[in-house]
């Protein structure tokens, strides 16, 4: 008895785990890294911080989102330092999906790393960046119109579904 119990608890830790991926440090080449592992599939890149509240609310889209559309890949990019990793992870606990990939900027020159991602970027939040068939990449700076989201997610449903990029 005691060993099926200790089973079945070892088997819940083993599931929570798998089902909340983990923060990573989101360094110089992290998005080259990203982009790679996407082999030119569509995907929705969301940078955020947890000092900003229109992030959570788009966080919480997002997640309906992913709900909606398991096949979607979604990319959460929190651009708080490495010492809030722990707020961090709260918020995305709170509101994102467990299954999306989750990353935090680890230089404490985060400027370098949002000119990395994008030269034109200049901090504003949430910022967020849909690529589409055909290597289309979109930067969206705040929250992402409904409708908009939805007309880029009509543009890549096909790709997602045939698994075809």
Excluded: N
């Excluded at 995907?43 to 919480?60: H, I, K, Q, T």
């Amino acid at each position: 008895m005691r060993r099926a119990l200790a089973f079945a608890f070892l088997c819940c830790v083993a599931l929570t785990a798998q089902a909340q991926m983990p923060l990573r440090p989101f360094v110089s080449g992290s998005l080259a890294a990203i982009e790679a592992a996407q082999g030119g599939r569509p995907f929705l890149l969301s940078f955020w911080s947890v000092d900003c509240a229109p992030c959570r609310a788009e966080l919480a889209q997002l997640a309906r989102l992913a709900r909606a559309h398991p096949q979607l890949t979604i990319v959460l990019v929190s651009t708080d330092p490495p010492g809030a990793a722990e707020d961090v992870q709260a918020v995305l606990d709170q509101y994102a999906p467990a299954w999306a990939e989750r990353w935090i900027f680890a230089d404490p020159f985060s400027e370098r790393l949002r000119f990395e991602v994008d030269p034109r970027w200049h901090g504003e939040l949430p910022r967020s960046y849909l690529y589409g068939p055909g290597g289309r990449v979109e930067g969206i700076s705040g929250p992402i119109d409904p409708q908009r989201l939805a007309a880029w997610l009509k543009s890549v449903l096909g790709v997602l579904h045939d698994g075809h990029p």
